[in-house]
């Protein structure tokens, strides 16, 4: 192919010498050469059959252990005889040689030239196989020798021996081996192995995604690296995210993991694919730190779009947990050692209509032991998804420019702000969904079964509110009409969730006895969307209860107090943007609020007229909860420091005991989420480590605190 390929190059390019790369007179050739000849990268790409008009390699193709992309010699023959398109010899863009010595000598690289100029040949191949292959197939070639090669890498290695005190070359060894351990090493056969595992995995979802924002996605792709931060509700997620930026046309991310999921046979073949695989906890290794802070910086150097999970691990409640920062501070640092003129931070939402591991999350909130992940595990998991699951709709946030970012920020939190900003426009491109919808209002029943009518009387007023507020709603959604509701109905029966009775007059609906975690999961996804308005509502009912000369003044700091006590559960807007938040709720409370705030009885009475009250409904897990916690608090010890482990141990039990005796109205409290959630409120108030009888006032004093905020919930419940 290649003599045939050099027979009909120009009549002018006589004088032309074929060397491989790996030949050793290329050392001579270089040293030898004259007159600054052409650098002529070639060579010979295999493709895989055309099937529907596309060229991946399939799992027969595995299966039969063969790689359609790397042909040996007998099956390269029979491909030129029966299949010639499957062939093409590719010239990447020339380079005279002065122009790479130019380059060599700018780059200080240690390596000699001839591996310089044999490494630029190859990632010039790279380059022009994209054309033939697509720019999904793009993938970068020997980084690890790159990253080793820079006279830059050599230098921190260097400072960094000289910090800890250790030989340079000790240093260099070990971070050679963290390198080597942590760089995806791409393969285009396993990223087609990765596809179809990826479609196959998540065969039970239709992807829903919004053609528009990725082609927005894909023009920005085109100027700068994009970092995609999702949100984290089931293992699923970078799978279906892979499969839905595939088929647009996007190379893989490179995606940072933890090496829970690196075992047997899925680490190997996700590592070949651009999946990133490093170690929960770093901190006390400076070498590793500073090789993942160089090899992301190396990536998005070279554009290579990045993905992370900045919750750190899935959401046990279905709403976004706090961000991790320590990937975002690794970039961060890269940015800022300069090199990189920006990085676009895509906000990501995944949400599923039903999702298989609810249960066994919900279970694990219960005190259940996690299942550590293995082969066994995966192959339960893989059975599971046969059955129909619904849809998962993918959605983009607004991108957030990593250099306007920090150029906005304080230095000190830059990297917070970073990260909860990142979080709220999550939250912002999350939609609601007829599951989350539903269950809200089920859960809302007080354990009573509800009929159709009594479901779609309890989902009117919400839709309404969503409409007003221009809530962002699926356009499919459909629970208008008895049959839509029905449908969103028999789904969450079809899974266990909720369970009809058919066997009276007419069937009633309710939450499945020991599911409740499981509905509160796609409740609390669109949680966020009406906070504001259930925080109206406290402090209408706290007005209502402690009149004062200044009923505005008081009701705002009421609303502030709610809001610091919940800032380890959800993300709230800056100050002014929360008040203005606030004052459009109560506006739709009562339009009048303002004018009639002072009279007696005027803030329950809007209460009592409201169409909607959600206060009970959306919080009073999360406040029964903090109150378990906060009277157990209360009756430790004072002298003796909390342990977290056996504290939230503790606080299940009773959790169980005080629902049997009905003293919480909501199983879904049970939760060691939110009571570990409680706990750093708790310590956040110096509540938590042992101190003096002033300790014990405190936390006297947080328990009343609970106990007046669940009261005031169970009264608007009365409603």
Known sequence: ?????????????????????????????????????WLVPVRVTWLPRERDGVRAARPSDLLALTNPRRPGPRIQARILRQEPDRCRVVAAEPARLSDLRARFDHARREEGFPAFVTRQARLALERAERAVLG????????????????????????????????????????????LQEMVASHSRLAIDAWEQFGRWLSRAYTVDVDPVAVERLQQLSTRMPLAFLPSHRSYLDPLVLRSALHRHGFAPNHVLGGLNVGFWPIGPVARRSGVV???????????????????????????????WYIEGGRTRTGKLRPPRYGLLNYLVQAF???????????????????????????????GAQKTPESLGWLVGYARAQGHGFGKVRVGFGEPLS???????????????????????????????????????????????????????????????????????????????????????????CGHGVARCYAGGTEPVWSIAPERHLEAAFYRNSILHFFLTRAIAELVLAEVDE???????????????????LLKFEFFFAGTSEFEAD?????????????????????????LTRARLRLAPHLLCSFLE??????????????????????????????????RLQNRIRSTESISRELFGNALRLAANRDLVAAGSEELAARRAAFAGEMRTLVARLYRIRSI
């Open 1 to 37: 192919m290649l003599d045939e390929w050099l027979r009909q190059a120009p009549p002018n390019a006589a004088q032309v010498e074929v060397l491989e790369t790996s030949d050793a007179r290329l050392d001579q050739a270089l040293a030898d050469a004259r007159d600054d000849p």
């Open 135 to 178: 720019v999904q197939y793009k993938v970068p070639r020997l980084v690890a020798e790159d990253i080793e090669a820079s006279g830059r890498f050599h230098e921190r290695i260097g400072a960094l021996a000289a910090e800890l005190g250790r030989p340079q070359t000790a240093v260099a060894a070990e971070a050679s081996a963290h």
């Open 277 to 307: 695989f490093i170690r929960r906890s770093v901190r006390d290794d400076p070498v590793y730190k500073l090789v993942l802070r160089e090899y992301i910086g190396y990536l998005v150097r070279k554009r290579f779009n990045l993905e």
């Open 336 to 366: 800022r050692d300069g090199g990189i003129e920006d990085v676009l931070l895509i906000p990501t939402s995944i949400v599923y209509d039903q999702l298989y591991e609810v249960g066994a999350m919900a279970a694990e909130e219960h």
């Open 402 to 492: 990593l250099r306007e970012a920090l150029g906005a920020s304080e230095r000190a939190h830059a990297v917070q702000r970073v990260g909860i900003e990142v979080c709220h426009r999550i939250n912002r491109a999350t939609p609601i969904t007829e599951t989350a919808l539903v269950a809200l209002a089920l859960l809302g029943a007080d354990d009573r079964a509800l009929t159709l009518d009594e479901v779609q009387a309890t989902l009117d007023p919400l839709l309404e509110h969503v409409r007003v507020r221009s809530l962002p709603m699926l356009g499919d959604l459909d629970l208008d009409r008895a049959d839509g509701v029905r449908q969103a109905l028999d789904a969450l």
């Open 546 to 564: 402690a009149p004062t000369s200044d009923p505005v003044r008081e009701g705002w700091s009421a609303a502030l107090r709610v809001r610091d």
């Open 582 to 606: 606030l004052r459009a709720e109560l506006a739709i409370l009562d339009p009048d609020w303002e004018r009639r705030v002072g009279e007696p009885g005027s803030a329950w009475n809007a």
């Open 625 to 658: 909860a903090y109150l378990i916690v906060a009277e157990r608090l209360a009756e430790s010890d004072r002298s003796v420091t909390i342990v977290e482990q056996d504290f939230v141990a503790e606080c299940l039990g009773i959790g169980h005991q005080y």
